[in-house]
């Protein structure tokens, strides 16, 4: 299972670090992904982390993934955050750092339960 957390609201320019932790997998060999829908919108790629790091270009250089393999905990940490971020975030995980879709909601089978967050301008 996955379990995201670390949402909530800040105002614009705020900061917020998002977690995705694992529970009877070891994400260390997995490709894990962030996704967001904001009300009303499909579900969308926000980041990614397997060999590399991939970035969705409405947030490249402002979000940063990365993991922490000892807590099997993957980060997003959000700086510079604007109101069009608000949105209920998602971890993913596929078993594998190689997807064929790994932009898609497609290339991922593990879902955790979502995480709000809220910019205010």
């Known amino acids: 299972q996955l379990q995201a957390s670390g949402g909530g609201s800040v105002q614009a320019g705020g900061s917020l670090r998002l977690s995705c932790a694992a529970s009877?997998?070891?994400?260390?060999?997995?490709?894990v992904g962030w996704f967001r829908q904001a009300p009303g919108k499909e579900r969308e790629f926000v980041a990614a982390?397997?060999?590399?790091?991939d970035y969705a270009d409405s947030v490249k250089g402002r979000f940063t993934i990365s993991r922490d393999n000892a807590k099997n905990t993957v980060y997003l940490q959000m700086d510079s955050l604007k109101p069009e971020d608000t949105a209920v975030y998602y971890c993913?995980?596929?078993?594998?750092?190689?997807?064929?879709?790994?932009?898609?909601?497609?290339?991922?089978?593990?879902w955790g339960q979502g995480t709000q967050v809220t910019v205010s301008s």
């Open positions: 993913a995980a596929n078993p594998s750092r190689y997807s064929a879709y790994p932009r898609s909601t497609e290339g991922y089978v593990y």
């Open positions: 009877g997998r070891t994400l260390t060999s997995y490709r």
């Open positions: 982390i397997s060999w590399s790091t």
